[in-house]
């Protein structure tokens, strides 16, 4: 893991080192583990800032009812990206002879148009995807 990674973890308060030895800052082995839950916790789609509320000295505190909101945020997820491949799928092979003629693919452009498929946050307007 870069250096960099470890100093931000580090002042966001979700690791902490125990000393330094020359250059190297020094960690416990219990660090590895709660790198591992920051790690599962970014796959899932938590922010740093939400796993540092599920962090505290004593170990990790995990809310089960924030890890159920979550696995309901990416079963809705996981319904837009199979709307959305599907689509692709079929405005792939479609025969009409434009895409705006194909009554599939004007179905899925009034579900973007109505914010049933959502861009993920990273492609907001005026954010660098």
């Given amino acids: 893991m870069p250096a960099s990674t470890l100093r931000y973890y580090e002042e966001k308060e979700l ?7 020359g250059l190297r800052r020094t960690f416990d082995p219990g660090v590895f583990e709660r790198l591992g839950l920051i790690a599962l916790g970014r796959a899932a789609g938590f922010t740093l800032d939400e796993i ?5 000295a004593s ?3 995990i809310d089960r009812k924030r890890l159920s909101e979550k ?3 990416l079963n809705e997820k996981i319904r837009q990206l199979t709307v959305m491949r599907d689509g692709l799928r079929h405005a792939a092979a479609c025969r009409a002879p434009s895409h705006m003629e194909c009554p599939s693919f004007r179905r899925i452009l009034r579900a973007a ?10 492609a907001a307007p005026g954010r660098p995807g």
């Avoid at 148009?113 to 990273?122: E, K, M, N, V």
């Fill in 15 to 21: 690791i902490a080192s125990n000393g330094r030895r």
């Fill in 52 to 56: 540092g509320a599920m962090m505290s």
């Fill in 59 to 61: 170990g990790p505190q």
């Fill in 71 to 73: 696995a309901r945020e």
């Fill in 113 to 122: 148009t109505t914010g049933r498929i959502a861009a993920p946050p990273s």
